[in-house]
């Protein structure tokens, strides 16, 4: 029932397109891939295109998602409905590419600038703090995951925690109850 819900939500046919930036080593590209995978639990159509300069740890990155009820024309995002930006160059390089109606979610942690737009919803989480005091060092990306999740229910609940288990390699399958925490602490922000 809740999965009729999401794909029945909304006007019509529904595309989601999001733009995740920050520095490598801020996990952008995994929470990429945490949404990805959801909308492919969602039974839902998606791409995820990895961007990153060579630097990798301090460099930027930064990644595509596309999240649609029909097939997806190209994996790149040049003007999304939804941005995730997790310091201040990645702020300044996307925010004003962001569709009018769109939302952006910043994490006020590293960023200190406000949106001039008044088109754009902004939501402003210092989540790289919020991980540190819930003892999620590293999480902050996943903390704005589920803000973004809470504001827009783009993908369902049951999704999303089978999307962690997938993401989470084997390896680190300790970290599987971690990153939910923090999409719920993000949920609840």
Known sequence: ?????????????????????????????????????????????????PSYGPEMRGGTANCSVCISDEPIGSPLVLEPDLLIAM??????????????????????????????????????????????????????????????LKETGIISPEAIKKAVEKSVPPSKANLIEANLKAIEIGMKY
């Open 1 to 49: 029932i809740l999965l009729e819900f999401t794909r029945t939500r909304g006007m019509g046919k529904m595309t989601n397109e999001i733009i995740l930036a920050g520095f490598g080593g801020q996990g952008i590209l995994f929470a990429g891939k945490v949404l990805a995978y959801g909308g492919l639990m969602d039974e839902r159509e998606v791409s995820w295109l």
């Open 87 to 148: 310091n201040l160059p990645s702020y300044n390089k996307f925010i004003g590419a962001v569709k009018p109606g769109g939302k952006a979610f910043i994490d006020s942690t590293m960023v200190d600038e406000k949106c001039q737009r008044d088109d754009i919803d902004c939501f402003y989480i210092p989540a790289t703090q919020l991980a540190l005091e819930n003892n999620l060092n590293g999480m902050g990306n996943i903390v704005l995951i589920g803000k973004l």
